[in-house]
């Protein structure tokens, strides 16, 4: 009888609760454990990107690191025309900013991350002439300070600054007092908007050639395709695009310059450089960036000393947002110059939006020199140069290259607005088509972009 009980009282509970914890998992397993996912298979070629990557950042993205670390620094934005001092990581002022440089005739202000290299109670602009009072020296040619003023008193009335960034006087000697040499600056240029493009239907890429390709939206930084578009290879004569914004950015443009034979014993030859000739530094753009005149590369190279040269192109890439990118000398007939497809999006979009007189060049057209270019029937090498929606590029060969194009054209959109976009390519191979193969990869592009996003012109 006490069995009966011990099994009735003990032994029966724990054998119902086995069965019910038993009963409860194949329940769940049944009805509430949702289905596997099948893996999505790998994207084809010149397919659209995975959602994760479909959109490159801007310079905001310096802004939230700096922020996360918790550091003091300056955040100048164009867009709104503020500056704005950061502590520890949180903003602790914000004042306007009085002028800002207009880059449509080379004086725009250098955009990315930089640091305060030096204060001045006041600096003396040798371009301009005049006086700078609270000045902060941080980059190239370029400060941040109040209002200008002449030696004789009277003060510098513009609507724009050469490049410098201006605030009213009170607001300067603040900044000035509570900034620190060393302390990050951080220069907006332009944040990415928020255009979308409709992704129904999009056709598959033809394939391309080129080795490495990343097709873009400058404005928002969409990227309709990409392949390897990370990957480090050597970049050739597109080396010269920083060449010319780096000496832009830190040589009076205006400056006479005379040609020394040791400045022309690089590879290739161009008609009208020749050895004891002057020319002005913005004169020189034109062979570097129409014919990719090694010979000008190495002329506006010593400028400054080749060595400087080179160390500034490779601290101006680490400054916006060019990570992967390597520079060896000013004109890329060395292998070990190196970038990547991303990056060189990163230097169309800041030249387009701080430089914009570099591609001008490179369709041909007056780039403001400052005076009359003595440089006649110049054989434009940037393939797309007459093209009517062509916003300016540029081309290299080496043989360890292969051939890589950088191109920025606008297209009209199906609302009837334009956007603007570039289109990298490295790598582009067939020593037998030469820069035919070049082209027509750039012209599949186009075409599955018309097709497929955009109105035909």
């Known amino acids: 009888m006490k069995k009966i009980i011990f099994f009735l009282l003990v032994i029966l509970p724990i054998l119902l609760g086995v069965f019910y914890i038993y009963y409860l998992s194949i329940f769940q397993k049944i009805y509430i454990e949702p289905p596997a996912i099948t893996p999505s298979p790998p994207l084809a070629e ?11 950042k801007d310079f905001q993205s310096f802004r939230e690191e700096l922020m996360l670390t918790r550091q003091n620094f300056l955040e100048v934005n164009l867009p709104h025309m503020k500056l704005r001092l950061y502590k520890n990581g949180e903003i602790s002022k914000e004042i306007p900013v ?3 440089g207009d880059p449509q005739m080379w004086g725009g202000t250098a955009a990315g991350l930089y640091k305060a290299i030096a204060k001045y109670r006041s600096a003396y602009s040798n371009a301009s002439q005049v006086f700078m009072p609270y000045s902060i020296h941080f980059y190239g040619k370029y400060y941040i300070h109040g209002e200008p003023f002449y030696p004789a008193g009277g003060a510098l009335i513009s609507e724009t600054s050469g490049g410098c960034v201006q605030l009213q006087n009170q607001n300067a000697k603040t900044i000035f007092n509570e900034a620190e040499t060393g302390m990050p600056i951080l220069v907006i240029d332009k944040e990415n908007d928020d255009y979308i493009y409709s992704l129904q239907k999009i056709t598959e890429l033809p394939r391309i050639s080129a080795e490495s390709y990343l097709v873009a939206d400058v404005g928002s930084g969409f990227i309709f395709t990409e392949k390897n578009s990370k990957e ?3 970049i050739a004569s597109l080396t010269k695009l920083m060449t010319a914004v780096v000496v832009a950015e830190n040589v009076d443009l205006q ?3 005379q040609v020394k034979q040791w400045m022309l014993e690089s590879y290739g030859y161009t008609q009208g450089l020749e050895a004891g000739e002057r020319f002005n530094v913005a004169e020189l753009f034109y062979p570097l960036l129409i014919e990719s005149s090694n010979d000008a590369a190495e002329v506006l190279g010593s400028i400054l000393g080749k060595e400087q040269t080179i160390k500034l ?11 992967d990118t390597e520079f060896v000398d000013p004109h ?3 292998p ?13 979009r800041y030249i387009l939006i701080n430089r914009p007189p570099i591609w001008k060049i490179t369709r041909g057209e007056e780039g403001s020199s400052f005076a009359e270019v003595s440089f006649k029937n110049l054989n434009n090498k940037n393939l797309f140069f007459d093209s009517s929606n062509f916003i300016g590029g540029k081309t290299g060969f080496i043989a360890t290259s292969g051939y890589n194009g950088i191109f920025l054209f606008s297209f009209n959109t199906k609302e009837g607005t334009k956007r603007d976009v570039a289109i990298v ?30 109105s035909k012109q």
């Open 255 to 257: 400056r006479s310059v």
């Open 232 to 234: 480090k290879l050597p």
């Open 332 to 334: 890329g007939f060395a």
């Open 313 to 323: 192109m490779n601290e101006k890439a680490k400054s916006i947002l060019m990570p």
């Open 46 to 56: 010149g397919s659209p990107p995975k959602d994760e990557l479909s959109f490159l």
């Open 425 to 454: 390519l490295l790598g582009s191979k067939g020593l037998k088509l030469g820069w035919d193969n070049l082209k027509k990869d750039v012209e599949k592009i186009d075409t599955w972009l018309e097709e497929n996003y955009f």
């Open 336 to 348: 070990e110059n190196i970038s990547t497809s991303q990056d060189f999006f990163y230097l169309a």
């Open 98 to 100: 009085l002028r800002r």
